[in-house]
DNA sequence: CGTCTCCTTGATTGAAATCAACTTAGGTGG
DNA sequence: CCACCTAAGTTGATTTCAATCAAGGAGACG
């Protein structure tokens, strides 16, 4: 697979809505929580995304230089914000005004397209999780996230071995280990077997996440 | 933005090449730098996708489950093994045989698949520097990273600020700071400013990456 | 019944966070 | 132009949390 094209600028044939916007430092291109109705490319400067975390820090996700596009949400809103590192200009191009979005039956391509930004909202999670989170948090997060994907949601049933979930959250083994047990002394998860977990409380383990 | 059909079978209407394939616990699917001919989905079972790192820890970059794609990349290789992690079966799609790739001239929703799988990627090498590296390892990525994105490429100029670039990698201002001065000390890079860097030594910077 | 792998637990070490103080750079207004 | 003021950056002392080192337990399989 190479893709071509890759920033360039002259060859990009999804025409823009609105005027170049400018933006001062600081200065806020949309907030967390807003309508994802466009997508965004940077022309000047450098733009950064990033969101609050309930302990009041703050995680940055990515920096964003010119010609490069920011802003593919899966669901209605934007998950995170977007403000100006530094004095920067951006173009946004509203999705009711691409010919993508004309179809109502959605091409190969199309649905090619929503599972890639799908893996990329999955990636910016897995570095949100890696970024500010202490190992029972990580372990709370990777539990939550499972559970998610789980028909029954407090039963989660772990296909992979400890080092695998060791080597998904940048942790060992042993803290791996320890931080299970500690979930379970705190009466929050039930041990079933080692790969068999019953969440007892799972209000409380995604208060432990962000 | 919202995006339809995500997970769907029956709606997806790119073919399918190659039978649906079986893997046993821990076969590899495909390895890091096998040329990257073809996307995949997880019929059943559960995949990983993984690499090796320089320090011979492993980073699992994500768990792929039923009705997820996984195998996308920018340039002409894997970056990263897939593995199955139980019994699972895939079915592979190749990019020669999709009528995406048919034709000549890129359309824009080509151009928008080829940006995201770029943000994909960004994204992903996000994580393997949050994943497992020391702090001074995960500054020096982020001063070869800017370097990358500059146009002399051992003079790097932070738009940013120390605390961007803490919440960026997942440190605090300090130990950025810390660190920055550790590799001026070590004599890798030169202060003109607090905010303009000169590298001296690119390679040693690179070296300490995986 | 032994052996292997996976998992857990304990003791110690080490790296980064925290707490705290100080320095530098940049901007504003007198 | 200089003096001040503030935000940004650096440095030091201490604490904390996870890694490391080490050992033991549990289950699967021949």
């Given at each position: 697979?190479?893709?071509?094209?890759?920033?360039?600028?002259?060859?990009?044939?999804?025409?823009?809505?609105?005027?170049?916007?400018?933006?001062?430092?600081?200065?806020?291109?949309?907030?967390?929580?807003?309508?994802?109705?466009?997508?965004?490319k940077?022309?000047?400067?450098v733009?950064?995304?990033?969101?609050?975390l309930?302990?009041?820090?703050?995680?940055?996700?990515?920096?964003?230089?010119e010609?490069?596009?920011?802003?593919?949400?899966?669901?209605?809103?934007y998950?995170?914000?977007?403000?100006?590192?530094?004095?920067?200009?951006?173009?946004?191009?509203?999705?009711?005004n691409?010919?993508?979005?004309?179809?109502?039956?959605?091409?190969p391509s199309e649905?090619?397209?929503?599972?890639?930004?799908?893996?990329?909202?999955?990636?910016?999670?897995?570095?949100?999780?890696l970024?500010?989170?202490s190992?029972?948090?990580?372990?709370?997060?990777?539990?939550?996230?499972?559970?998610?994907?789980?028909?029954?949601?407090?039963?989660?049933?772990?296909?992979?071995?400890?080092?695998?979930?060791?080597?998904?959250?940048?942790?060992?083994?042993e803290?791996?280990s320890?931080?299970?047990?500690q979930?379970?002394?705190?009466?929050?998860?039930?041990?079933?077997?080692?790969?068999?977990?019953?969440?007892?409380?799972?209000?409380?383990?995604?208060?432990?996440?962000?």
């Amino acid at each position: 697979m190479i893709l071509r094209a890759l920033k360039s600028h002259s060859a990009e044939s999804f025409h823009a809505i609105g005027p170049v916007r400018h933006f001062e430092p600081n200065q806020r291109i949309y907030f967390e929580g807003d309508p994802a109705e466009m997508f965004l490319k940077v022309v000047s400067g450098v733009v950064r995304t990033c969101r609050m975390l309930s302990d009041g820090r703050r995680q940055v996700d990515a920096f964003h230089t010119e010609g490069e596009l920011f802003g593919f949400e899966i669901g209605p809103a934007y998950s995170m914000s977007a403000e100006a590192v530094c004095s920067s200009t951006v173009v946004s191009y509203h999705w009711r005004n691409l010919e993508v979005r004309e179809t109502t039956e959605r091409s190969p391509s199309e649905q090619l397209f929503s599972h890639v930004v799908f893996s990329l909202m999955r990636a910016q999670e897995h570095a949100r999780l890696l970024g500010s989170l202490s190992a029972i948090e990580k372990i709370a997060a990777f539990l939550v996230e499972w559970s998610d994907r789980s028909a029954d949601k407090s039963l989660v049933t772990l296909v992979m071995t400890r080092q695998d979930i060791a080597d998904y959250l940048g942790l060992t083994v042993e803290t791996v280990s320890r931080s299970l047990t500690q979930l379970r002394q705190d009466g929050l998860i039930e041990f079933l077997s080692p790969r068999q977990l019953r969440l007892t409380d799972i209000t409380a383990l995604q208060a432990l996440n962000s």
